[in-house]
């Protein structure tokens, strides 16, 4: 009997999730255009004009995010006068994985490569948050040709002590991750996405109406929820093997992280540290700022984008005289 009302709450929870995807999918449609590489289907927002003098803008979000939490306000503003890409990382969003196992900085750096090339981009300046400091970082070791420099907003790049919640962990396991996935999580996590958010934030405020329009709720779809915990589950050994090699990253870096005041990222474990070890990197620390840098001072992350590539710009008129 027991084993009879299991079996129809989950029944019944798996249809309501699948109810739920439906919603969500049609409420966040995709905003861009979809790249095939090998092992994913990247989704890929390309917006403002094409400046041949100066390099695309390469924008990357973090983790239980999508490309619209780089878009607004940050992406929307440079676009005016720069050429924005903003690619949701495989299995986020709109973009897919074939495997969930693909969740490493590497695999993703590759990916995010391929489709770079596809759209015929060259030299870029990449804008990473969060999770995506660890991509960024892989990426400037093993695509040093594609990477021009790095803006990084609370950047993960070392291990760290701790874990990245049991819930995570769970997921992220054979079998039973899945089964919650398509069944609890939806409806559970809308409950919880609000609070969740405001965590984030803190102690700055999130926007008016952030979840509807960062898109968040399509972090609830099984399939993302799932490549979600991979990537952070599997993150720590990645950065873990790849922090060693940090001091041969040649592209110019600017870190931006706030100093006790961000509970997400450790400032001290993470951007110090890489702002000691990188050769051409320069650190910004400011007090009482959470880990949402885009939106807690936007004006500052794009005056920092614009200075970067203005000093490059000088560095190509100096190199013809």
């Given at each position: 009997m027991v084993v009879t009302i299991v079996v129809a709450a989950l029944a019944i929870l798996a249809l309501v999730t699948q109810a739920g995807v439906w919603l969500v999918q049609r409420a966040?449609?995709?905003?861009?255009r979809m790249i095939e590489v090998a092992g994913a289907s990247l989704h890929v927002v390309d917006i403002g004009p094409r400046d041949p003098a100066g390099p695309p803008i390469v924008m990357l979000h973090g983790a239980s995010a999508n490309l619209e939490v780089m878009r607004q306000p940050v992406g929307e503003r440079l676009a005016k006068n720069h050429r924005v890409i903003l690619i949701d990382?495989?299995?986020?969003g709109w973009s897919t994985r074939a495997n969930l196992e693909d969740s490493t900085p590497a695999v993703q750096g590759r990916m995010i490569d391929e489709a770079l090339a596809k759209l015929g981009v060259g030299r870029a300046i990449f804008v990473v948050h969060s999770w995506a400091g660890a991509l960024g970082a892989r990426m400037a070791l093993d695509y040093p040709e594609r990477v021009a420099g790095m803006v990084m907003l609370a950047p993960v790049a070392y291990p760290w002590t701790g874990g990245v919640g049991r819930y995570n962990k769970i997921v992220a396991m054979p079998v039973i991750g899945p089964l919650l996935a398509y069944t609890i999580t939806l409806p559970l996590g809308t409950f919880l996405l609000g609070p969740g958010v405001r965590g984030a934030f803190l102690p700055q405020t999130a926007p008016d109406g952030y979840v509807e329009n960062s898109a968040t709720s399509l972090l609830l779809r099984p399939r993302e929820f799932l490549a979600n915990a991979r990537d952070l589950v599997t993150l720590?050994?990645?950065?873990?093997?790849?922090?060693?090699?940090?001091?041969a990253i040649k592209a110019p870096i600017t870190i931006i992280a706030g100093d006790v005041s961000d509970k997400t990222v450790s400032t001290h474990i993470h951007s110090r540290p890489l702002a000691a070890t990188a050769p051409n990197a320069k650190l910004i620390v400011l007090p009482g700022l959470g880990h949402m840098v885009q939106n807690a001072v936007p004006d500052l992350v794009i005056s920092e984008i614009e200075a970067m590539i203005g000093g490059m710009a000088q560095n190509t008129a100096a190199a013809a005289n």
């Open positions: 966040h449609p995709a905003q861009g990382r495989p299995g986020h720590k050994a990645e950065v873990a093997e790849q922090a060693p090699r940090y001091a």
